[in-house]
């Protein structure tokens, strides 16, 4: 099972980023897939999630209505828009999948290498 994000970079605050998720070996409309992230010194924190139908998303309240999860089963694909930038949202986000839907990270199993968001001023 690999799962590889792509999209992240440096963008001014109030910019918008768009990060991807490919998945291989496994069938990725088996499992609900989530993204977290961690900023350096900080713990790992729990940023969205969607099922694998697509039908629910879940999303940590600081990103509500700026952040957007969404996936292409058919791609093995899933997606975080991230708009409205701000210097907070610097971090290395994750996708990670789950049997289980839910913002719970320790239930996640198999995680990406992720990628690296800076927001600057």
């Known amino acids: 099972v690999q799962l590889v994000e792509a999209g992240g970079g440096v963008v001014q605050a109030g910019g918008n980023l768009r990060l991807s998720c490919a998945a291989s070996?496994?069938?990725?409309?088996?499992?609900?897939l989530g993204w977290v992230r961690q900023a350096p010194g900080n713990e790992r924190e729990f940023v969205a999630v969607?099922?694998?139908?697509?039908?629910?998303?879940s999303y940590a309240d600081s990103m509500q209505g700026r952040f957007t999860i969404s996936r292409d089963n058919a791609e093995n694909t899933v997606y975080l828009q991230m708009n409205s930038l701000k210097l907070e949202d610097t971090a290395v986000y994750y996708c990670?999948?789950?049997?289980?839907?839910?913002?719970?990270?320790?239930?996640?199993?198999?995680w990406g290498q992720g990628t690296q968001v800076a927001v600057s001023s």
């Open positions: 070996g496994l069938t990725l409309s088996s499992y609900a």
């Open positions: 969607i099922s694998n139908s697509s039908v629910d998303t």
């Open positions: 990670a999948d789950t049997n289980i839907y839910g913002t719970d990270s320790r239930l996640y199993l198999y």
